[in-house]
Every structure is written in C-alpha cells, then in structure tokens.
T-cell receptor, first 120, second 122 residues
C-alpha cells in the first residue's frame, strides 16, 4: 500500500487565488511527521512546512498552511494568494517511527508529487 | 550559513563503470540521508546515517550501491558497475536530529536538501 498518496498529478490556479494540494498518508505509528517540499524546475528541494502528529494546531508558514485532518489521515497544503513563482512540483512526505522524548527515525517517504501551474 | 552541497552536479558515465558521489552536510547536522529521484518520480530513500550509529541501509537497491560517512561530515555514495537504470538525480539531505520533544516543537529534524547530482549512464 502507498504510504503517501498525492492524487493530483497536475493543478492549475490563477495568480492571487488560493489552491489546495491533496495528500493522504497511511501509518499505524502514533508518532509521525508530515512535510511539504517544493521542487522548482531547477531541481532543488525546498522545505515549506512541517506538521507533527501530536500538534494540536494546523501548521502555518507565511502563505502556506497545512490542513491536518488526523482522523482522515490527510495533510493538504493550502497556498494562499498564488504567485507565478509558485509554479513547481510539490511533494508531500512522511517520517515515521519517532519516539516521544527520543530521537526520530528520520527516513522520509515521499508521494509522487503534484505539478502546480500558476497562470497570470 | 552554507547549505548542503553535492558534487559533481552532473555525471555522465558508461555502463559498467564505477561512480562516486559526494555530499557535504550542513555544519552541525548529525543526520545525513541519500535519496534517488528518477525522472518524473518522487524521491526514494537509499541510506541514512545518524551520528556513530550503524547506518540504515534498507533502501539501497542492490549490493552495487554503498555509502560511507566520516564522522558527522562528508558522505560518499558509490555505485559500482553502473547500469542504465541507475540514471537518476541523487539527492543528499541533512538534519539536526535532536531529541524528538524539541523537534516536535521546532521541526528541527527537518531535512534540508542539496542540489543533487544528475547521473546519466550511457
């Protein structure tokens, strides 16, 4: 079974509009972390936002927010006020095996990605 | 400060040759990871180093792949007898890897990636 599922191969959004990129995950571990990365055409992986499984509130970083629905095992990325520079591939990733109070396991499992295109 | 660096940025080799890829993590990061990204795909985990612990090699696809790390610094990923299916971008990442209680709040186990090495096997 896929551990991370991104069902949208491609998304289009108008500049200045908001867009939601979907991510669902599968784990039986109570301690895990969810990450979103942006990969522009240059190929670099840029960290955007992090949500821990025990976090009570949804994570926010500037124009990025994470809609974390634990019971549904979803961690959708919301980008507000889209900009042309947001056009890129977006990856959702999960880290499992973290023990509260100890060191985390570390390995990230990635989804297949969603290509976001922002139109002027 | 300096981010994760990787060299070379591009490598073209002939099938059957050995290649060595290098990664310099962010100073002070105790954890180092190697991933592979095939064209149009997500990243696949290869290997993970954490301090002086034995590395987690569970993602290495075959015994032609190996990696070493000297202390908490440079790592090299070696692919022996390269095959065409090894063609991909190889990405290295590092993270602080402090106690999870702190990580949970600060996200300091976040992995920061290098620019990658694009390997082409002819």
């Amino acid at each position: 079974a896929q551990k991370i599922t991104q069902t949208q191969p491609g998304m289009f959004v108008q500049e200045k509009e908001a867009v939601t990129l979907d991510c669902t995950y599968d784990t039986s571990d109570p301690s895990y972390g969810l990450f979103w990365y942006k990969q522009p055409s240059s190929g670099e992986m840029i960290f955007l936002i992090y949500q821990g499984s025990y976090d009570q509130q949804n994570a926010t970083e500037g124009r990025y927010s994470l809609n974390f629905q634990k019971a549904r095992k979803s961690a959708n990325l919301v980008i507000s006020a889209s900009q042309l520079g947001d056009s890129a591939m977006y990856f959702c990733a999960m880290r499992e095996g973290a023990n509260a109070g100890g060191t985390s396991y570390g390995k990230l499992t990635f989804g297949q990605g969603t290509i976001l295109t922002v139109h002027p | 400060g300096a981010g994760v660096s990787q060299s070379p940025s591009n490598k073209v080799t002939e099938k059957g040759k050995d290649v060595e890829l290098r990664c310099d993590p962010i100073s002070g990061h105790t954890a180092l990871y190697w991933y592979r990204q095939r064209l149009g795909q997500g990243l696949e985990f290869l290997i993970y180093f954490q301090g002086n612990s034995a590395p987690d090699k569970s993602g290495l696809p075959s015994d032609r792949f190996s990696a070493e790390r000297t202390g908490e610094s440079v790592s090299t990923l070696t692919i022996q007898r390269t095959q065409q299916e090894d063609s991909a971008v190889y990405l290295c990442a590092s993270s602080l890897q402090v106690a999870f209680g702190v990580q949970r709040k600060l996200g300091t186990d976040t992995q920061y990636f290098g620019p990658g090495t694009r390997l082409t096997v002819l």
